[in-house]
């Protein structure tokens, strides 16, 4: 029972009637009064830690190895070569190799073994395992048994054990805008302390770097006046995207925000879970915008609100380090003026209006346009090679295969909500889950989570790792690994789980 969150609440007799007539029930059976010491059955010992602690002085073991001597082909060899075999010997109708107990092919033997070496020595990994071994057993394949079949596929060491190696999937970027606003990216901000009404910021950024939009809003804002947020500073202004880039805000997750898009022909792009470089723009975005606001708030954090019009004005007036230019160069073909000139004669102005050339005008904005998208596609191709650089190779799943999940994200969760309990000792993979959509070209995966309190169950590969079977021929008792989904009520601070016995603890 200790190995559950369990509350004990008192129920009256007559209330607790199925208990009351359980504890009638005579026991089972009764231990015979002749049983030998080594047939005694202890409680408080799992069945498999029982058939480990008594493979020294279970005669029945004893005789099962020197009958398979005589069945087991390699044995018989070792057996028929002895005299001329340096080293090899038989004591007491056991045969040995130098000190080591020779172990004919007995599966349940071999198998309490390795659990003897792993699972009741710390779960560490094979050369440690085997080093417990190595000097007291030997089998044929010992070594190659317990490194590529049991020490991989032990179900506790998949969850507890912590990724060695770079996580895999690489980066995808999204390809180069044509138009400007043809290709938006919005998000939130906050929650902020409420000023003048407001506690939240909307940024909306155009994926070409040629215009962004920053508006005070708050944290109970529902679809409908987010439809109209959206209408009155951006539709306005700049007409209607081609597709939308953002996380999976419960707001763009709502049926009308969905519904309305797909009435007027927007695509919605959302990220997978977890995996906000989908939305880089948004997110690198909503970094400027906060070390913006710092320069322009009070001490007791006032004021923000109406700096945001500043902050906007210095976003886009700074140079695009993608791009080459401001937001203002890519709209208007020019910068604004900041400084006057220290000399008022020197100001350029055009002597009539016959020296503004409308069509040059148009024609050096897409230039600029053009020249800022090649220049995109080159930050690009460098921020996929350095990206790639801390990616793993690339794993390509298939539907029907099995994969662990990362929890470290739902680690961080569990660990400020939780009171009894430490994120320290969460597990750090859960599963296996079957995978029922792939989708490799993006690295993104859907799984089978029956008990999973989200709809989306899509991650990227970076999220993932390969779940080992067990070989069932080889380790027929090997537990097998039940799935963990480790949701995090809101208004809980337990975790829940499926009721299963922690794994072999010796």
Same mark, same amino acid.
Not at 95 to 119: Q, V
Not at 268 to 286: G, P, R
Not at 415 to 438: L, M, Q, R, S
């Given at each position: 029972?200790?190995?559950?969150?369990?509350?004990?609440?008192?129920?009256?007799?007559?209330?607790?009637?199925?208990?009351?007539?359980?504890?009638?029930?005579?026991?089972?059976?009764?231990?015979?009064?002749?049983?030998?010491?080594?047939?005694?059955?202890?409680?408080?010992?799992?069945?498999?830690?029982?058939?480990?602690?008594?493979?020294?002085?279970?005669?029945?073991?004893?005789?099962?190895?020197?009958?398979?001597?005589?069945?087991?082909?390699?044995?018989?060899?070792?057996?028929?070569?002895?005299?001329?075999?340096?080293?090899?010997?038989?004591?007491?109708?056991?045969?040995?190799?130098?000190?080591?107990?020779?172990?004919?092919?007995?599966?349940?033997?071999?198998?309490?073994?390795?659990?003897?070496?792993?699972?009741?020595?710390?779960?560490?990994?094979?050369?440690?395992?085997?080093?417990?071994?190595?000097?007291?057993?030997?089998?044929?394949?010992?070594?190659?048994?317990?490194?590529?079949?049991?020490?991989?596929?032990?179900?506790?060491?998949?969850?507890?054990?912590?990724?060695?190696?770079?996580?895999?999937?690489?980066?995808?970027?999204?390809?180069?805008?044509?138009?400007?606003?043809?290709?938006?990216?919005?998000?939130?901000?906050?929650?902020?302390?409420?000023?003048?009404?407001?506690?939240?910021?909307?940024?909306?950024?155009?994926?070409?770097?040629?215009?962004?939009?920053?508006?005070?809003?708050?944290?109970?804002?529902?679809?409908?006046?987010?439809?109209?947020?959206?209408?009155?500073?951006?539709?306005?202004?700049?007409?209607?995207?081609?597709?939308?880039?953002?996380?999976?805000?419960?707001?763009?997750?709502?049926?009308?925000?969905?519904?309305?898009?797909?009435?007027?022909?927007?695509?919605?792009?959302?990220?997978?879970?977890?995996?906000?470089?989908?939305?880089?723009?948004?997110?690198?975005?909503?970094?400027?915008?906060?070390?913006?606001?710092?320069?322009?708030?009070?001490?007791?954090?006032?004021?923000?609100?109406?700096?945001?019009?500043?902050?906007?004005?210095?976003?886009?007036?700074?140079?695009?380090?993608?791009?080459?230019?401001?937001?203002?160069?890519?709209?208007?073909?020019?910068?604004?003026? !900041? $400084?006057?000139? &220290?000399?008022? %004669?020197?100001? #350029?102005?055009?002597? +009539?209006?016959?020296?503004?050339?409308?069509? @040059? !005008? $148009?024609?050096? &904005?897409?230039? %600029?346009?053009? #020249?800022?998208?090649? +220049?995109?596609?080159?930050?690009?191709?460098? @921020?996929?090679?350095?990206?790639?650089?801390?990616?793993?190779? #690339?794993?390509?799943?298939?539907?029907?295969?099995?994969?662990?999940?990362?929890?470290?994200?739902?680690?961080?969760?569990?660990?400020?909500?939780?009171?009894?309990?430490?994120?320290?000792?969460?597990?750090?993979?859960?599963?296996?889950?079957?995978?029922?959509?792939?989708?490799?070209?993006?690295?993104?995966?859907?799984?089978?989570?029956?008990?999973?309190?989200?709809?989306?169950?899509?991650?990227?590969?970076?999220?993932?790792?390969?779940?080992?079977?067990?070989?069932?021929?080889?380790?027929?008792?090997?537990?097998?690994?039940?799935?963990?989904?480790?949701?995090?009520?809101?208004?809980?601070?337990?975790?829940?789980?499926?009721?299963?016995?922690?794994?072999?603890?010796?």
């Amino acid at each position: 029972m200790v190995q559950y969150n369990l509350t004990i609440v008192y129920i009256r007799s007559e209330d607790n009637t199925v208990a009351d007539a359980l504890s009638r029930l005579p026991p089972s059976s009764f231990p015979d009064e002749n049983d030998t010491p080594n047939e005694t059955f202890n409680t408080w010992l799992t069945p498999s830690v029982n058939a480990v602690l008594t493979i020294a002085t279970d005669s029945a073991v004893v005789k099962d190895i020197t009958d398979r001597y005589l069945t087991d082909d390699f044995c018989k060899k070792v057996i028929a070569n002895a005299p001329s075999t340096l080293g090899v010997h038989c004591s007491n109708g056991l045969w040995y190799i130098g000190d080591r107990l020779l172990i004919p092919c007995i599966k349940d033997l071999c198998e309490n073994l390795f659990r003897m070496a792993h699972d009741c020595s710390g779960h560490f990994g094979a050369d440690k395992s085997y080093a417990l071994l190595r000097d007291l057993y030997y089998w044929p394949n010992m070594r190659h048994d317990l490194e590529q079949s049991y020490v991989p596929s032990c179900p506790d060491c998949q969850r507890n054990k912590s990724r060695t190696k770079k996580p895999s999937g690489p980066l995808h970027p999204l390809p180069v805008p044509d138009q400007h606003g043809d290709n938006i990216a919005m998000d939130f901000i906050g929650p902020l302390p409420a000023d003048e009404g407001f506690n939240c910021i909307l940024s909306i950024t155009d994926r070409l770097h040629s215009d962004v939009h920053i508006i005070p809003t708050h944290m109970t804002l529902t679809a409908s006046q987010l439809v109209l947020l959206f209408f009155d500073h951006w539709y306005c202004e700049n007409g209607l995207p081609l597709d939308i880039v953002s996380n999976r805000n419960k707001l763009f997750m709502s049926e009308f925000w969905a519904a309305l898009h797909k009435r007027i022909g927007i695509l919605l792009k959302m990220s997978t879970a977890y995996h906000s470089q989908t939305d880089s723009v948004s997110e690198h975005m909503n970094k400027t915008i906060n070390q913006a606001i710092c320069y322009h708030v009070r001490h007791n954090q006032k004021g923000w609100v109406c700096a945001l019009p500043r902050v906007r004005f210095d976003i886009m007036n700074s140079v695009n380090t993608s791009t080459g230019f401001s937001n203002f160069q890519l709209r208007l073909s020019r910068s604004p003026r !900041l $400084i006057p000139p &220290l000399v008022p %004669d020197h100001l #350029e102005l055009p002597s +009539n209006h016959a020296d503004f050339d409308t069509l @040059q !005008l $148009i024609s050096q &904005l897409q230039s %600029d346009v053009d #020249e800022a998208k090649d +220049n995109m596609l080159q930050a690009k191709i460098h @921020q996929t090679h350095f990206a790639n650089l801390s990616c793993g190779p #690339e794993i390509k799943y298939h539907v029907g295969e099995k994969v662990m999940l990362l929890t470290l994200h739902r680690r961080r969760e569990y660990k400020h909500k939780g009171e009894k309990c430490t994120a320290k000792f969460f597990p750090h993979f859960d599963g296996p889950y079957v995978i029922t959509n792939a989708h490799p070209e993006t690295s993104n995966y859907t799984l089978d989570m029956p008990n999973n309190p989200n709809k989306f169950a899509t991650f990227h590969a970076s999220e993932l790792k390969p779940h080992i079977a067990n070989d069932d021929w080889l380790f027929p008792h090997q537990l097998t690994m039940s799935q963990l989904w480790l949701a995090i009520p809101r208004t809980l601070g337990w975790l829940r789980t499926q009721a299963r016995p922690v794994a072999t603890r010796c």
